[in-house]
């Protein structure tokens, strides 16, 4: 095996194999960061072995292995670490490196719950949103500082430094690597499902940048649910955001036109759906309806985003429907977001008077001022009820507003179109126009928290 055939070898193991190794290494040494550590140490063994030796037949137990052995010499030199060297040395007892240089690794029982301690700890509520999310993508998804900085479009030190400092507050908080209790489970669980929503969504629709949509991370986000929801079987959240996240990115193919840019809901290709990521989806749904889930926040977003896969057709959307599920969802979460999510259904169901009324009640709120999304709805109201230039305004200020290039160049273009159907009714001495637009049915819909992306509450980004 050549050096570089070694290396790619390695690069697949860590992606495949880093989750759970820094997990089952947590579960030995109780602390996140050592846990790293150990697995970083590992790896440069490995990159230091395998292309003389070749990759081992169990590349993972492998990693495993060395990785606790460095954490005996580690805490032989620790002696106030006594306790935790016997645990390990039991551990390691009548175990080694087999032929192939592998050993056969814990039981899975074991390694799925140390996952389920690591997705809680590194998710943990007494860390900061951006922490909670760089600390989850590296330690979950084995991405690199570079790789998250590059998603995310801040500077690589930044995110090593957001790492670094939620490893050091999750040890000097004493959070322990554990699952919590039946009291702390629902708060902690929700941390959890707005961690891995706020990756999904950055991927779904960029905060900024000159990309409309990322689909790693989409698909990291997809990744880490679905390992939630085997993880956690009996919680009806869990398959509700799978669901939610199987659904939205079953659209992924059709977002984006041959140039790349944008296409709203309404004016996709369906057919380039993905069937497969629908199916699951609705199964995911009916499975957390099933657990008793169907008011649940992401449960009923699943709801509203099935109404669409079930649609062949736009025309085909049951929007009174949608309107009934996000009533039910301003309940169950009380947010101007999902109320102007609810205007759209609104103006979809019953006329664009009906939600522009909506829209206009909401314009006061201050988790909305400078919320690029409501002037971008408010826009499409207008020029449905045949005032674009009033229309051309909201979408000037929406992309004003926006840091999303393809995003900002799509609401230019519809201020442009609204600008020439104010000309042409001002040549027409002001008779009534048809605009030709479509209502993004899907503006700001969910629960995002993240200050950069939603006024606060969050949203499942346009369509």
Known sequence: MTGSQAHAAIDAVVRLEWARLVATLAHYTGDVGLAEELAQDAVVAALEQWPARGV????????????????????????????????????????????????????????????????????????????????????????STAEIARAYLVPEPTVAQRVVRAKRTLGQAGVPFETPDREQRPARLASVL???????????????????????????????????????????????????MEIQASRIPARTGPPGEPVLLLDQDRTRWDQLLISRGLAALARAEQLGGQDGPYALQAAIAACHARAFRPDDTDWARITQLYGVLATVQPSPVVELNRAVALSMAFGPQAGLDLVDQLAGEPALRGYHLLASVRGDLLMKLGRPAEAQAEFERAAALTRNGPERELLARRARQAGAASGQLRAHGGADSEADSEADSEAVTGRRTAPARSPGTGRVPPA
């Open 194 to 244: 707005e961690v891995m929503y706020l990756i999904f969504n950055e991927g779904y629709s960029a905060t900024a940048g000159d990309d409309w949509m990322r689909p790693d991370l989409c698909a990291e986000a997809l990744r880490l649910g679905r390992l939630l929801a085997q993880l956690a079987p009996a919680e009806p959240e869990v398959h509700g955001l799978v669901a939610l």
């Open 56 to 143: 081992p037949d169990r590349p993972g137990g492998w990693l495993t292995t060395v990785a606790k052995r460095r954490a005996i010499d580690l805490f032989r030199r620790h002696r106030d670490l006594e306790r935790k060297y016997d645990q390990i040395g039991r551990a390691l007892d009548g175990t080694g490196l087999g032929p192939g240089g592998d050993q056969d690794g814990d039981a899975v029982g074991d390694i799925d719950d140390d996952m389920l301690r690591l997705i809680f700890t590194a998710c943990h509520p007494v860390l900061a949103v951006p922490a909670r999310v760089a600390l989850t993508l590296r330690l979950l998804g084995g991405l």
